[in-house]
């Protein structure tokens, strides 16, 4: 049409574009993404009267920023009359980026519809861009691979590969543009998600054999922590990839690991049934929690890190008190499955916890009351990892059955189509995790 060959042309001059809409290197075309009523109702931009309207369409200058930080990303150049949808199409292939972002300006997410005058976009606006996305997953299978997932579509839009044993765990970076990765050859990697490149690797000659368990992102994205089969844990440095901090305490295998929301302390979960809270200032051990008489497969803190939840292979999930103190105490332990648990996780309210396990249910957990609310069969196999969206309307599982299923998590209801069920590993899901 006419105004696709305007932004054509218009973007003809500017390197690294493409003129479709598609992930880069994906090959597939860009979901379309409805706003909430919450979100439309902020996009209405402020009117505009006509005589201010450039008619012929005159070439604007936009400032691309990083809306975290305000980090310039780009300057593009479009006309006054194209749609901010064209604008969203730019940003993609500019920064390469692995998802559809939304913008923002002066706090307005903007209307993809509109033209960018109407949104009131002028030369040298500076337009934020927001990189997390909350359709986007990550998992990880006993196959070594790492896919990347665009959830509302249920395709695979980037595989990760270079592992060469099973990928045990997986954690997004802060912005959402990285990844690390934990596997049983012994190595974490850390991956550029946009270029869909290994960046650092995490590796060490004497964890060769004893296999990385479980690993996850610092607060401010330059550390990532490590759990290994030695029952070792260890904090590298993201930039150089030396190792910082050692954590040395558990009597077994290190299987899961978490950093607390305020940066300050990290938890450990082991196979000696214990879980820890370490000071990362001192490296000192400050509480051990006792309490599971079998391994800790997961343990994680709650949103606000008040509180603790772990999923063990006696079957139960506890949730614990966390504290600056160190905490400890345990609150509740919510008992219904039938076999090992593999994995627990709090809601972003904090309010509910979902556990999967060997019984290949998943259970919605009230955290105060400790009373069950929902259970589903979930898969035809065991459950390996259970995480809430960001929003915390959806839960992920992901199974040994080699998928990884999406569920509306206040109904307790498969989402119901067929692309909603993630399907691409040859073997076993061990890890699904959400995009921030």
């Not at 409805?34 to 005589?51: H, R």
């Not at 300050?264 to 196979?271: D, E, N, P, V």
């Not at 999923?311 to 008992?335: H, Q």
């Not at 957990?365 to 969206?389: D, E, K």
Request: charged share 20%; glycine share 12%; proline share 3%.
């Amino acid at each position: 049409s006419r105004q696709l060959g305007d932004a054509v042309a218009s973007l003809a001059d500017m390197h690294t574009l493409g003129t479709s809409a598609s992930y880069a290197g994906a090959g597939t075309a860009l979901p379309e993404r409805a706003l909430t009523a919450k979100e439309a109702m902020i996009s209405k931009p402020a009117p505009v009267s006509t005589e201010d309207y450039p008619a012929s369409g005159s070439a604007l200058s936009v400032v691309l920023v990083l809306a975290v930080s305000g980090r310039i990303l780009a300057n593009v150049t479009l006309r006054s009359k194209h749609e901010v949808s064209d604008l969203v199409r730019t940003a993609i292939h500019t920064l390469s980026l692995p998802f559809r972002p939304r913008l923002q300006l002066e706090g307005r997410i903007l209307d993809e519809s509109l033209t960018l005058w109407a949104s009131g976009i002028r030369d040298r606006s500076r337009v934020q861009v927001l990189m997390s996305n909350p359709q986007i997953v990550a998992t990880g299978g006993a196959d070594g691979l790492i896919k990347i997932w665009d959830a509302a579509r249920g395709e695979c839009t980037r595989t990760l590969g270079g592992h060469r044993g099973a990928v045990k765990s997986v954690a997004f970076g802060p912005a959402g543009l990285l990844l690390v990765s934990a596997s049983r050859d012994g190595s974490a990697r850390l991956w550029d998600l946009a270029e869909c490149r290994c960046l650092q690797t995490f590796w060490l000659e004497d964890t060769r054999k004893c296999g990385a368990c479980a690993v996850d992102f610092s607060v401010d994205g330059g550390k990532v922590a490590v759990g290994y089969g030695d029952g070792l844990v260890r904090i590298f440095d993201c930039a150089s990839g030396k190792c910082a901090l050692m954590l040395e305490g558990h009597d077994g295998d290190a299987w899961s690991v978490a950093f607390s929301p305020d940066g300050a302390f990290l938890l450990s979960g082991s196979y000696d049934c214990t879980g820890r809270i370490w000071s990362l200032e001192t490296g000192e051990c400050l509480r051990v929690l006792e309490g599971h008489t079998g391994g800790i497969r997961s343990a994680s803190f709650g949103p606000a890190g008040r509180r603790i939840v772990t999923a063990s292979n006696d079957g139960t999930a506890r949730i614990w008190a966390a504290t600056a103190a160190g905490g400890g105490e345990c609150e509740r332990v919510l008992e219904g499955h039938e076999g090992a648990l593999w994995s627990a996780s709090f809601a972003p309210d904090a309010k509910k916890v979902a556990t999967g396990g060997q019984d290949q249910t998943v259970r919605v957990w009230n955290v105060l009351t400790g009373h069950c609310l929902l259970v589903w069969q979930a898969h035809s196999s065991g459950i390996r990892s259970v995480a809430f969206s960001p929003d915390g309307k959806e839960l992920i599982s992901a199974s040994v059955d080699s998928t990884a299923r999406l569920w509306d998590a206040a109904k307790g209801t498969d989402i119901g189509k067929r692309e909603r069920v993630l399907k691409g590993h040859t073997s076993g899901v061990h890890v699904a995790a959400f995009a921030p």
